[in-house]
Structure formats: C-alpha cells, structure tokens
C-alpha cells in the first residue's frame, strides 16, 4: 500500500466531483421538468451564448466527447430545440444553431438557473464564489501549461 497516496475522500478529483454534485442537485429539478439533462442545458448555454457552431467548436465549448455530443445533438434535434445547416463557406461543416423552440426553452430556464446561483452564492458567500472560480479557473491554466 502506497502512503503517500491521500485518502480517497480527500483526492481532488473525488472533492471537484462531491462538489459538482452538491451544485448540480439544485439546478437539475428545473432541468428535469423541461425534460433536459445537464449536458443538454450546456449545448442551449454554449449555443445562446455564442451563436451557430459546427460540432467541433460546440464539443469543445460544452467539454464533451463527440460521440455523446452527436446523441445529444441527435436529441435536441429531434425536439425541435436546435437545428443543423450546411457551412456557406464548406458544405461539408454542419453549423448547429437554437430553434425559436430553443431560444423560448433558454428564455423560461434562465431565471430559475439565475435563482440556484444567487442561492448559491448566498450560502456560500459572494467573495468565496468569486475566489473559487479564480481558483478553479488558474487550477487549470497551472496543470494544462
């Protein structure tokens, strides 16, 4: 047995993931009543937030594989909440954009997603909110440098 190793309940990637549950059990109960799971309320983030992408840039936005994009893509689609167009400058690049559908859906979900935050922010602390995500954000420039 290694000693050196830390507990498992103390490893960083078990305490970013308790995190990321605890923080995702309060935004999930308006996600589930629109029928959307947490990776497809990022694609309609990414998407309202950027514009048309091709599934490239939108995998890369979202930080998901292209395979479990594509399902999701395939999803959306299928409801109407997001549309696929050919390129005008490459035919062969499908650009994925919202639907009037999925602007309306952003539209109703955004408030409640803007309450979970303030809730959080409340109970946690604005100052201590604002320093994670500094601390999170240079976490990742430090490692991926």
Not at 48 to 58: F, K, N, V
Not at 118 to 133: D, M, T
Request: charged share 30%; aromatic share 6%; hydrophobic share 40%.
């Amino acid at each position: 047995m290694n000693d050196s190793l830390r507990s498992f309940d103390r490893s960083l990637p078990m305490s970013l993931l308790r995190a990321r549950e605890a923080v995702m059990k309060k935004f999930m109960p308006a996600l589930k009543a629109h029928n959307l799971s947490a990776q497809q309320w990022r694609v309609i983030r990414a998407l309202q937030a950027d514009g048309d992408m091709d599934i490239s840039e939108l995998a890369e936005a979202c930080y998901l594989l292209k395979p479990s994009l594509s399902r999701i893509i395939q999803n959306l689609e299928s409801r109407n909440i997001i549309s696929r167009s050919s390129s005008s400058s490459d035919q062969r690049r499908s650009l994925i954009s919202l639907t009037d559908v999925g602007h309306q859906l952003f539209v109703e979900i955004a408030p409640k997603s803007s309450e979970r935050y303030e809730f959080i922010s409340q109970r946690f602390g604005p100052g201590k909110l604002e320093l994670l995500y500094e601390l999170l954000d240079e976490l990742v420039e430090k490692i991926e440098d």
